[in-house]
């Protein structure tokens, strides 16, 4: 019986999580115990377990006798998340270039394809997840797996902010054009310049990130 309790909070995390990450769960929102285990259609029990297992994570945070609520990201937690990106980042880069082959390039150059392709969608909510997948296939022929489930988690605190970052006037192509760069420099197994790049990419949307946090969100 326990274990069906664990695959049930199991699934309601990944499902909140994807909800969040996608917008449809915005900072702040109020996620009541009863309103989510009849969305389910479940008992409280794995709901309660599953907003504790997101409440760990920092996806969620509990208010006294009010609940679980959505969480949000200073611009203090975003410059950390992101100086542990710029530490393990690189790393996986520079160990991924040479290993590139033809296929690997190839999934990549689809992926700023599709992420091109995303930023043509008026739907801010699948820009975050094109993004993330690029970075994913830039670090894939490294093959360190556990160093790739760090970023990808770091990477995920702030996709739910990514949308409204590239609302920005003239991030989107600026993006558009360094994630061309770094396929060039793979293309070119160029792991010096891929990183040069890379650096420069994560600090400049660390910077706009937290200045846009700091003003409160405001697009103007």
Known sequence: MQRIHQTAADQVAV????????????VGAHLRQEAVAEMFGLSRIPVRE??????????VTFAPHR???????????????????????????????PC????????????????EAALDRTDRHG??????????QLYLPAVRPRIMALTQSFDERVEAYVGAHLALAGIAPRAVTEHRQLVEAVRDRDGERAVH???EHLERTRDELTGWIARGGDTS
């Open 127 to 136: 820009w975050g997840a094109a993004n993330r997948l690029f970075h994913q």
């Open 67 to 97: 609940g679980a609520f959505v969480s949000g990201l200073s611009a203090t937690e975003v410059t950390e998340l992101f100086e542990l990106r710029l530490l393990l980042e690189p790393h996986l880069l520079a160990r991924a270039v």
């Open 100 to 115: 590139f082959d033809a296929p690997a390039l190839q999934t990549l150059e689809a992926a700023a394809d599709a992420f």
């Open 197 to 199: 790049v890379l650096r």
């Open 15 to 26: 499902e909140l999580r994807r909800r969040i990450l996608t917008g449809e769960l915005p």
């Open 50 to 59: 599953a907003l504790q297992r997101l409440d760990a994570e920092g996806w």
